[in-house]
């Protein structure tokens, strides 16, 4: 953890804490205002704010008992009931059954008894026949099916019900339904031997039981509303308006509204102390410390960073006491919604300027930061986070970075369905939504507008890769690129194939493919400084190094990295695409100079045959690393295949490997084998050697390509 990276985040959490003394803790003032019925007032007591004038909780409990008992009660025949009481009338007949050809009485009997029957000997011999048994269970089934598609009731006082059928509730009368001894009857009445009397009645009481019962989710749904229904309040007290005059006896009525006064003094601002309100702060300030240090530590972790670029934290720290000023003149001073407040701006510029994922994380930071300061109004705070989270998370997919009315529409959308979703969630009124609509989008416009001055400033200070930085590096009357054409014809041509081949593996894995085909572009541009001694600007370039002792070649080989850094930082080029001409040789070793030092007689340090690294951090460094090995190779043979071409891929791929090179870039195996696949046809189609025709074909113009 870096001193300046502490020193940053305790100055900043100190300006927000201070900011919270000024503006929010003056006002968690309020009197104390414990009056009792019939007690004298010694001082006027009058509204400070318009507030509710909330019921008791003896009235609220009193009221929700006489809806309640009110409502009517639903009822609905219960299929599993009767599907219950079949089954259990299955039962007992497989065990009947079972005795016919087991013949085992005692076994039948202590079965039936779990199934609630009593049973005598003659009773099973008798249904141990299978024709009567058969009759008995289908008089049985079919009048049990009757009085349950009917319905069956028990303990019902009123002469109606309100019955569900198909989603609707109809009020019946009890006659169209069946008690449920009535019922009983029905199964009683048999035209079998009398023995078998005292089992059926059994029967009857055991399978017939009330199928009409009351719909318990209907019925606490209609709870719920009647419940909902009930207004929290008998009126409104406006400011100003004298609650308790001095002198005056004080009422019941008098206490109802002062303790919903103390109810809305809690809801505005809390119940503190001076010394609560010292440790408050003290709190606050520590929670804001270590949010806005988490925020630098990740900033700091997140990029290739170098400790004279620290000075990037002051803004993205300031970006929360910007917040934080815009949530107190919002809040505080003009008194407007919390929608209004422009949340996203801060966050859309970080993602843009930084990355998407430390945008996602700076706006949970943020939301953390601003929310003492907007009355804790949750809902509408959480409403500003979830809209841009998501237009970040638009932007990410799309790329589009400084289309400014993309950005717009994006987040004008986010923001409309945040918004919705949350008012219905909450109930709102048809009035409230459309107010909520309103300011969501002007909020968004502000945001957008903000972003229209941020993100140029800060792309230029910083040097950031953003999409039209990028497509501005692509343009051939860039001084450096027209410099590399002019001067190193040779790596001008190299690095443009490098960059067809990086862009369309990088389309392949999802990686940037602008800053690939731009970092290809500019990787080797450090080549102009000492062309002649690179083969592909000059074919005589060995005649030079044949007068060099091998570790001069070596770095004057390796110093085109570092003067390509040089010239890129003097041109003001990108961060990432800097990255890449410092990474795309990694800690490779220059092999044609150290076999050369090897076969000679002298003492050799490997490490002065070694780039400088460090090895490729990114995905879109790994494939220029790769390309440009990839190309160079492919160049300097006769390719009559493509399957040489593949096996050249496949050798320049393993060797990365065995050393190394990718230990650091977020690449896997299955990215390389797709990287393959995405620069086989395109080293195909410009190195490949023409195929030959036969004469006559060739005549005809068939085989001319």
């Given at each position: 953890?870096?001193?300046?990276?502490?020193y940053?985040?305790?100055?900043?959490?100190?300006?927000?804490?201070?900011?919270?003394?000024?503006f929010?803790?003056?006002?968690?003032?309020?009197?104390?205002?414990?009056?009792?019925?019939?007690?004298?007032?010694?001082?006027?007591?009058?509204?400070?704010?318009?507030?509710?004038?909330?019921?008791?909780?003896?009235?609220?409990?009193?009221?929700?008992?006489?809806?309640?008992?009110?409502?009517?009660?639903?009822?609905?025949?219960?299929?599993?009931?009767?599907?219950?009481?079949?089954?259990?009338?299955?039962?007992?007949?497989?065990?009947?059954?079972?005795?016919?050809?087991?013949?085992?009485?005692?076994?039948?009997?202590?079965?039936?008894?779990?199934?609630?029957?009593?049973?005598?000997?003659?009773?099973?011999?008798?249904?141990?026949?299978?024709?009567?048994?058969?009759?008995?269970?289908?008089?049985?089934?079919?009048?049990?099916?009757?009085?349950?598609?009917?319905?069956?009731y028990?303990?019902?006082?009123?002469?109606?019900?309100?019955l569900?059928?198909?989603?609707?509730?109809?009020?019946?009368?009890?006659?169209?339904?069946?008690?449920?001894?009535?019922?009983r009857?029905?199964?009683?009445?048999?035209?079998?031997?009398?023995?078998?009397?005292?089992?059926?009645?059994?029967?009857?009481?055991?399978?017939?039981?009330?199928?009409?019962?009351?719909?318990?989710?209907?019925?606490?749904?209609?709870?719920?509303?009647?419940?909902?229904?009930?207004?929290l309040?008998?009126?409104?007290?406006?400011?100003?308006?004298?609650i308790?005059?001095?002198?005056?006896?004080?009422?019941?009525?008098?206490?109802?509204?002062?303790?919903?006064?103390?109810?809305?003094?809690?809801?505005?601002?809390?119940?503190?102390?001076s010394?609560?309100?010292?440790?408050?702060?003290?709190?606050?300030?520590?929670?804001?410390?270590?949010?806005?240090?988490?925020?630098d530590?990740?900033?700091?972790?997140?990029?290739?960073?170098q400790?004279?670029?620290?000075?990037?934290?002051?803004p993205?720290?300031?970006?929360?006491?910007?917040?934080?000023?815009?949530?107190?003149?919002?809040?505080?001073?003009?008194?407007?919604?919390?929608?209004?407040?422009?949340?996203?701006?801060?966050?859309?510029a970080?993602?843009?300027?930084?990355?998407?994922?430390?945008?996602?994380?700076?706006?949970?930071?943020?939301?953390?930061?601003?929310?003492?300061?907007?009355?804790?109004?949750?809902?509408?705070?959480?409403?500003?986070?979830?809209?841009?989270?998501?237009?970040?998370?638009?932007?990410?997919?799309i790329?589009?970075?400084?289309?400014?009315?993309?950005?717009?529409?994006?987040?004008?959308?986010?923001?409309?369905?945040?918004?919705?979703?949350?008012?219905?969630?909450?109930?709102?009124?048809?009035?409230?939504?459309?107010?909520?609509?309103?300011?969501?989008?002007?909020?968004?416009?502000?945001?957008?507008?903000?972003?229209?001055?941020?993100?140029?400033?800060?792309?230029?200070?910083?040097?950031?890769?953003?999409?039209?930085?990028?497509?501005?590096?692509?343009?051939?009357?860039?001084?450096?690129?027209?410099?590399?054409?002019?001067?190193?014809?040779?790596?001008?041509?190299?690095?443009?194939?490098?960059?067809?081949l990086?862009?369309?593996?990088?389309?392949?894995?999802?990686?940037?493919?602008?800053?690939?085909?731009?970092?290809?572009?500019?990787?080797?541009?450090?080549?102009?400084?000492?062309?002649?001694?690179?083969?592909?600007?000059?074919?005589?370039?060995?005649?030079?190094?044949?007068?060099?002792?091998?570790?001069?070649?070596?770095?004057m080989?390796?110093?085109?990295?570092?003067?390509?850094?040089?010239?890129?930082?003097?041109?003001?080029?990108?961060?990432?695409?800097?990255?890449?001409?410092?990474?795309?040789?990694?800690?490779?070793?220059?092999?044609?100079?150290?076999?050369?030092?090897?076969?000679?007689?002298?003492?050799?340090?490997?490490?002065?045959?070694?780039?400088?690294?460090p090895?490729?951090?990114?995905?879109?460094?790994?494939?220029?690393?790769?390309?440009?090995?990839?190309?160079?190779?492919?160049?300097?043979?006769?390719?009559?295949?493509?399957?040489?071409?593949?096996?050249?891929?496949?050798?320049?791929?393993?060797?990365?490997?065995?050393?190394?090179?990718?230990?650091?870039?977020?690449?896997?195996?299955?990215?390389?084998?797709?990287?393959?696949?995405?620069?086989?046809?395109?080293?195909?189609?410009?190195?490949?050697?023409?195929?030959?025709?036969?004469?006559?074909?060739?005549?005809?113009?068939?085989?001319?390509?």
């Amino acid at each position: 953890m870096k001193s300046k990276s502490v020193y940053y985040a305790i100055w900043s959490a100190l300006i927000i804490a201070g900011l919270y003394q000024i503006f929010i803790s003056g006002k968690n003032i309020r009197p104390e205002l414990n009056l009792r019925p019939g007690q004298i007032a010694d001082r006027d007591i009058t509204a400070p704010f318009d507030y509710p004038v909330m019921k008791s909780g003896a009235q609220l409990t009193h009221e929700k008992d006489e809806v309640i008992a009110g409502l009517p009660i639903p009822y609905v025949i219960s299929a599993d009931v009767g599907f219950e009481q079949q089954k259990k009338l299955d039962e007992i007949f497989v065990i009947l059954g079972a005795f016919q050809v087991k013949g085992d009485i005692e076994q039948a009997k202590s079965d039936l008894a779990k199934q609630g029957i009593t049973a005598g000997e003659d009773q099973i011999k008798v249904l141990g026949q299978s024709s009567l048994r058969n009759r008995l269970y289908n008089h049985l089934y079919d009048r049990l099916t009757r009085v349950y598609e009917r319905g069956v009731y028990e303990a019902i006082k009123a002469d109606s019900i309100f019955l569900m059928t198909d989603d609707e509730q109809v009020l019946i009368g009890l006659d169209r339904l069946l008690e449920v001894d009535a019922a009983r009857a029905m199964i009683r009445e048999h035209g079998f031997a009398t023995v078998l009397n005292a089992m059926i009645e059994q029967l009857a009481d055991t399978l017939v039981t009330a199928n009409v019962v009351v719909d318990e989710k209907q019925y606490n749904a209609m709870k719920d509303q009647a419940v909902s229904e009930i207004p929290l309040q008998v009126g409104m007290i406006l400011k100003n308006e004298e609650i308790v005059r001095k002198n005056a006896r004080v009422s019941e009525k008098d206490v109802e509204k002062l303790i919903s006064l103390q109810t809305a003094y809690r809801n505005h601002y809390g119940r503190r102390n001076s010394l609560e309100q010292l440790l408050l702060v003290m709190g606050l300030f520590c929670m804001f410390g270590v949010v806005i240090l988490m925020t630098d530590q990740y900033l700091e972790s997140h990029r290739l960073r170098q400790p004279e670029r620290f000075f990037e934290m002051i803004p993205i720290n300031l970006g929360y006491v910007i917040l934080v000023l815009i949530a107190i003149a919002n809040n505080i001073l003009l008194g407007y919604n919390t929608l209004l407040i422009p949340f996203a701006m801060t966050v859309i510029a970080v993602a843009i300027l930084i990355s998407y994922e430390f945008g996602v994380f700076y706006a949970v930071c943020g939301m953390i930061i601003v929310f003492p300061f907007v009355g804790m109004d949750f809902y509408n705070l959480i409403v500003k986070l979830v809209a841009s989270l998501m237009t970040v998370m638009m932007l990410r997919k799309i790329q589009s970075q400084t289309e400014y009315l993309t950005i717009w529409l994006y987040l004008i959308i986010s923001s409309l369905v945040a918004g919705l979703t949350m008012s219905l969630y909450k109930n709102d009124p048809i009035q409230t939504i459309l107010s909520n609509i309103g300011l969501l989008a002007i909020s968004s416009v502000i945001s957008v507008a903000g972003l229209f001055f941020i993100l140029p400033y800060f792309e230029k200070r910083w040097h950031r890769a953003t999409k039209q930085t990028l497509l501005d590096l692509l343009d051939f009357n860039h001084p450096l690129l027209k410099r590399l054409a002019v001067e190193a014809a040779g790596t001008y041509h190299h690095s443009l194939i490098v960059g067809n081949l990086t862009e369309r593996a990088a389309e392949a894995i999802g990686a940037n493919p602008l800053l690939a085909r731009v970092g290809s572009y500019y990787h080797d541009i450090g080549k102009v400084v000492n062309k002649d001694i690179f083969t592909e600007n000059n074919e005589s370039s060995s005649t030079i190094h044949d007068l060099l002792p091998p570790d001069q070649s070596a770095s004057m080989i390796k110093d085109h990295v570092r003067e390509g850094i040089e010239l890129a930082i003097r041109f003001q080029i990108p961060q990432p695409v800097v990255d890449i001409i410092r990474q795309h040789h990694g800690t490779s070793t220059i092999r044609y100079f150290l076999d050369k030092a090897q076969n000679s007689d002298q003492l050799i340090d490997p490490q002065a045959y070694m780039y400088d690294g460090p090895r490729p951090k990114t995905k879109e460094a790994a494939l220029v690393m790769l390309a440009d090995i990839v190309e160079s190779t492919t160049k300097s043979k006769v390719i009559s295949s493509e399957v040489e071409i593949a096996r050249i891929i496949d050798e320049t791929t393993q060797k990365l490997i065995y050393e190394g090179q990718f230990n650091d870039a977020p690449i896997t195996i299955n990215d390389l084998a797709i990287v393959k696949e995405s620069m086989l046809p395109v080293l195909a189609s410009i190195y490949r050697k023409r195929l030959d025709y036969p004469a006559e074909k060739a005549t005809t113009g068939s085989g001319t390509e």
